[in-house]
């Protein structure tokens, strides 16, 4: 089953299941955005807008996911903000190089199939100075367990289980790691924030 597919289907539940347990963690990421003078952001995999009412309103906003479902239901939350709803790939991104000031990848990198393409858009994309907001779930390098075992079935299904951030992070290369904070599920689930250096 395809990203696409699945994400359609599970996208009248998704809000159920998420909303509570992560409201916390992305307004503690959001809250980077807030004493910004306006600025152009690009919101990766925005779903169905779970990040929108805790955005501050004095910048210009791109919200991109894979399904027409999701940004459905992301519309209404977006009263207040200068939000542009576009469909398209994470992984190939419809923008020229350096078209953003800040981009956040909110549960996106251990969702697709190819993280360091991914991230390495949205590093593509953002301007020399810019930040990057990241909350996901990732593995530590050398962890193994449940989460190595179930990943075969829950990838094809909604995400993945064996994302390791500094492996991805290694890979794409350009980026200063500002900080990097437990978030959820005994830090299963980490809030990470990155810089494009400016030179």
């Not at 307004?27 to 919101?43: N, T």
């Not at 190595?148 to 990838?155: A, D, F, S, Y």
């Not at 290369?173 to 030179?199: Q, V, Y």
Request: charged share 20%; glycine share 8%.
């Amino acid at each position: 089953m395809s990203l696409k597919h699945s994400y359609t289907l599970v996208a009248p539940f998704y809000d159920a299941f998420l909303t509570a347990a992560t409201r916390g963690a992305r307004k503690r990421s959001l809250a980077a955005l807030a004493d910004c003078p306006p600025c152009d952001v690009l919101l990766l995999g925005v779903g169905t807008g779970l990040d929108l009412p805790h955005l501050p309103t004095q910048h210009r906003y791109v919200g991109l996911d894979l399904t027409a479902a999701m940004l459905k239901r992301a519309g209404p939350r977006t009263v207040g903000l200068n939000f542009l709803p576009l469909r398209g790939d994470v992984q190939r991104l419809p923008f020229h190089d350096a078209s953003f000031d800040a981009a956040v990848l909110h549960l996106i990198l251990a969702v697709v199939p190819a993280p360091t393409l991914c991230l390495a858009e949205a590093v593509r994309v953002l301007k020399p100075g810019g930040t990057l907001l990241v909350f996901d779930k990732f593995l530590r390098r050398g962890e193994a367990g449940w989460k190595r075992i179930l990943n075969p079935l829950t990838r094809r299904v909604a995400t993945r289980l064996d994302v390791v951030f500094e492996d991805v992070l290694d890979t794409v290369g350009g980026l200063d790691l500002t900080s990097n904070e437990a978030a959820l599920a005994s830090g299963w689930f980490r809030l990470i924030r990155l810089t494009k250096p400016a030179f």
